[in-house]
């Protein structure tokens, strides 16, 4: 069965720092790997997706995320947080039959001044 | 294009009442779902419908019964609402894209729904 995990509940980090959130997955074949947010009292959002191709892949409002297979990983990526990143991050993993998407619990991100 | 929508936004039952939670797309969508968020959870399927005239449970279908009535509309029952269902339950959409790629899912905003 496939699942995600988000090892972090909860993150701070200051504004202008760098951000990476930490995402493995398992999952018996190629994965399709995604990455959503969502802010308070939202819907999700999705920031990026994998399914192939090159191992980085960018996404919308400055954030990358890098598949690395060997490590069952897709950790997302942020150079320089800005207040409005402040949210709720959840991947997600994909089975081949495109049906069923199974999501981490989540990791919450705080900007500090 | 509203993408999906949800109604009710917020809910709030007694034990033992019954309620249908509506979805609704106009993205042309086959596939559709049903969620469940908690907190330090994340989100649980509890239903999903792969295409018009199907549907199968998810990870947590006890206490739900759903129904596609159409490609546009997927709801949600409670036949007997719960304390243990209190969640925000959210509804999402999506399309295979051509040659086989991934494709996301689009999310409503939510239905708040406390059982008291």
């Known amino acids: 069965a496939q699942s995600v995990t988000q090892p972090d509940i909860h993150i701070t980090v200051s504004e202008g720092a760098s951000l990476e959130l930490r995402c493995n997955y398992s999952y018996g074949a190629t994965p399709y790997l995604f990455w959503y947010v969502q802010s308070p009292g939202q819907g999700l959002q999705l920031l990026l997706k994998y399914f192939s191709g090159d191992t980085l892949v960018q996404g919308i409002k400055g954030f990358e995320a890098e598949f690395k297979r060997s490590q069952s990983s897709f950790n997302l990526r942020k150079p320089s947080v800005h207040w409005s990143d402040a949210a709720e991050y959840f991947c997600?993993?994909?089975?081949?039959?495109?049906?069923?998407?199974?999501f981490g619990t989540g990791t919450k991100l705080q900007v500090i001044p | 294009n509203a993408g999906v929508t949800q109604t009710p936004k917020f809910q709030v039952l007694k034990t033992g009442q019954s309620m249908t939670l509506q979805c609704a797309q106009d993205m042309n969508h086959n596939s559709m779902y049903w969620y469940r968020q908690d907190p330090g959870m994340g989100l649980r399927l509890i239903y999903y419908?792969?295409?018009?005239?199907?549907?199968d449970k998810g990870e947590v279908p006890n206490g739900y019964n759903v129904s596609r009535l159409n490609k546009r509309e997927f709801s949600l029952r409670l036949e007997s609402a719960a304390p243990s269902q209190t969640s925000v339950y959210f509804c999402a959409s999506r399309e295979r894209l051509a040659g086989g790629a991934a494709y996301e899912q689009y999310f409503g905003p939510g239905t708040r729904l406390t059982v008291t």
């Open positions: 997600a993993v994909g089975s081949g039959g495109y049906q069923k998407v199974t």
């Open positions: 419908s792969a295409s018009e005239g199907t549907t």
